[in-house]
């Protein structure tokens, strides 16, 4: 089932942090990961949290379990709104600390992660990135880093926002939808488009929404995106329907992509043809449902494409998140 990939926890109040504690705590014992690694995983949620309490004006943390690889790990990324920090390198250091603290929570979190970044702006706020493997982390292999980042609107269930992708070989395909509205009716919608969206075998991007449109026309609809890459040309292409955000950024530049107006399974275009771009030029795809503010610029967030792409789509997630509605952040990094 096509759902959202994290959830989100509120960290406003210090009420909240034992409910959110326990809250992730349950999750890791459904993962299955053992009773030690689960105990260095409440450490690092907490040592978050006392960074949120003491430091931050409000704050988050999102939680999400995936496998890369074949091995399952989890994710954990704090989002504040604080003051940042001038220097996060430094603040990595034991000892270092503005609050008469010991001082050693960041490099705690470092210490007991598979993967660790941070990304802070002084006067912006700070992201903060752990990821844990139930298992040996994979070695790191050149081709693609898929990063999904789905949340369902506060209150709901189901997502109704859905992310897919298929691969082959270090060629893939993927679709971002958002089906009208939210909630279990824009669940359904993005669900029964995944459905054929797996078992169509052009890698056309116009073709596979053209084939989705007629596949859901008893559904409330929804806006997409579908974008190929082909490993051997070395190239992207995608087609677009609605509301669905799509950046490529490169080395030195970065460039919009524009979608169709429409709703799929509703009313498509009768004309369509899919953009190519070349991988050489644009080696970074985000897309964003709800849209990306238009004058959102990567030249914002002074040196950011040397992180993790999870905490690039973190900092999307952090200025554009609507709490009225499912948001998505997908970033994905040929590498």
Known sequence: MVDATHISLQANDRSYFALLKKEIHQRLTDS??????????????????SNLFKYADG???LFGAFKEDGIPYVELISI????GMQNPARMMQDGMSTSNTLGAGLGSIKRLSDTFDIYSIAGWGTVLLSRVYIGKKPAVKKGLIIRPLVISKPGERVSGDGFI??????????????GLGHGPEANLAVNEAAKVFKVFPDNSPTST???????IRKTRGMVGNVTHYDSEKGEWSSAGIGNIAVKWIGPN???????YNGIIGHNIPTTMNDQLYSSAEYNQLVLCSDGIKTRWE???YPGILKHDPSVLASVIYKDHARKTDDMSVIVIKVR
């Open 32 to 49: 299955g990961m053992e009773a030690t690694r689960i105990a260095e995983v409440d450490i690092i949620v907490a040592e978050m949290t």
């Open 59 to 61: 704050g988050e943390i």
């Open 80 to 83: 504040d709104h604080g003051p």
């Open 165 to 178: 992708c298929r691969t082959n070989g270090e060629s893939f395909k993927l679709m971002l939808g958002d």
């Open 209 to 215: 929404l053209r084939f989705i449109h007629s596949a």
């Open 253 to 259: 530049s970065s460039k919009n992509h524009m979608s």
């Open 298 to 300: 990567v030249a914002r």
